[in-house]
């Protein structure tokens, strides 16, 4: 496609619901991270896939979070019984084959808001 | 741990005009890179400029400069001849060669026509 895309743009849920985000990537892009944006802050980063490999969940908050890419090009970001704390703007971002420095083209974002 | 940081949440420049938004960030590691990303009202996260550190040229994008001191640990963006379009929050970010990426707080730049 042209650019990241994501959905759904918006969010509601209530405390305790599960919610899946999804991202798909710039096509033939083999890295996608996922960010969670809080408002007025700048992005923090949540995990990292190359292809379909998980190869950092260190910013995961915690194990409510969960992400996957199975076929190594669309993820689903999944938040189980969420929380209030939640609430936040989640960026997904893409990239080209290898490490060094490659650019990050960012998604607009889903923002979700847990009530 | 790499932390990068904004000093200034908020400026203002009046259209046409030269602002210089400031960025410092904390690393000891010798190979990394340095992005500008600008995110308008709408919240895409677009690439404004990057540095690669073992570049000693500065990094040109049309109107957008950086000024990189890496002795300094300094990465500014200059913009020059303000649009209205400029008007964004901007985003400092450090990459490890590891791809993982470290933003700052952001600025919010008007443009003030």
């Known amino acids: 496609g042209a650019g990241v895309s994501q959905s759904p743009r918006y969010k509601v849920a209530k405390r305790g619901q599960d919610v899946a985000l999804r991202c798909d990537p710039i096509?033939?892009?083999?890295?996608l991270f996922w960010y969670q944006q809080a408002l007025g802050q700048g992005p923090e980063f949540l995990t990292y896939?190359?292809?379909?490999?998980?190869?950092?969940k260190s910013g995961l908050p915690s194990d409510r979070f969960f992400a996957e890419r199975p076929e190594g090009s669309v993820s689903t970001l999944k938040i189980q019984r969420t929380q209030q704390e939640d609430s936040a703007v989640y960026l997904c971002?893409?990239?080209?084959?290898?490490?060094?420095?490659?650019?990050?083209?960012f998604g607009p974002g889903t923002r979700l808001l847990v009530l | 741990a790499q932390t990068v940081t904004q000093s200034q949440p908020e400026m203002s420049v009046q259209e046409a005009e030269t602002v210089t938004l400031s960025c410092t960030y904390d690393t000891s590691e010798n190979n990394y890179y340095l992005f500008w990303y600008k995110q308008p009202p709408s919240r895409q996260m677009i690439l404004v400029i990057r540095?690669?550190?073992?570049?000693?040229q500065n990094a040109t994008e049309n109107r957008f400069s950086v000024n990189f001191q890496k002795a300094a640990k300094s990465f500014s963006l200059k913009i020059s001849d303000s649009q209205l379009g400029d008007t964004a929050m901007y985003f400092c970010a450090f990459m490890r060669v590891s791809d993982q990426f470290y933003f700052g707080t952001g600025t919010s730049l008007t443009v003030i026509p």
């Open positions: 971002a893409s990239s080209l084959a290898g490490t060094g420095g490659k650019t990050q083209y």
């Open positions: 540095q690669e550190a073992y570049k000693q």
């Open positions: 096509s033939g892009h083999v890295s």
């Open positions: 896939f190359q292809n379909e490999a998980q190869l950092d």
